[in-house]
């Protein structure tokens, strides 16, 4: 068997103002803007799709859900995460994820409130003890006002 794979993804959209925004699954209503993306905009959990991807050498999540197929317009990222979780899985030879550690990089709002309700979800979504979830929110220092970014490491064993 081969040793453990790891995977590293990443994710940017840009916010606007009348649109809602998902970190991890979860809805953070007092965000004053939203991403703007293709599908519901989940940064993390794009980050974690590809990161799944990327360690048995898949591609990413454009590849297997491009922004040019109208089926997935609006798409739950989630969805489209347990999705590509299914297709690493099969390559995986009974190995699982066992390990997810991510950042994310949004000015306002601050998430900390969030942190709990978020690492829940990935863990329940990647079938992982809530202690292999690991969340870090960054600002940038206003360098980046007007996006929400997301960067995501799986390892696999």
Do not use: Y
Not at 37 to 62: K, P, R
């Amino acid at each position: 068997m081969d040793a453990a794979r790891i995977g590293f993804g990443e994710d940017a959209h840009r916010l606007a103002e009348g649109r809602p925004l998902r970190l991890g699954g979860v809805a953070i209503p007092e965000a004053p803007r939203g991403a703007v993306a293709h599908s519901d905009g989940d940064a993390l959990l794009h980050a974690v799709t590809d990161a799944l991807l990327a360690a048995w050498a898949l591609g990413d999540i454009g590849a297997h859900f491009p922004d040019t197929d109208p089926a997935h317009a609006g798409a739950d990222s989630a969805v489209l995460l347990r999705r590509a979780l299914g297709v690493a899985l099969d390559r995986a030879a009974g190995r699982r994820p066992r390990q997810v550690s991510a950042v994310v990089t949004l000015d306002r709002p601050k998430l900390g409130a969030h942190r709990n309700a978020i690492a829940a979800s990935l863990a329940s979504l990647l079938e992982l003890p809530l202690d292999r979830v690991g969340i870090t929110f960054k600002t940038s220092e206003g360098l980046a006002p007007d996006h929400v970014q997301a960067r995501a490491v799986v390892l696999w064993g």
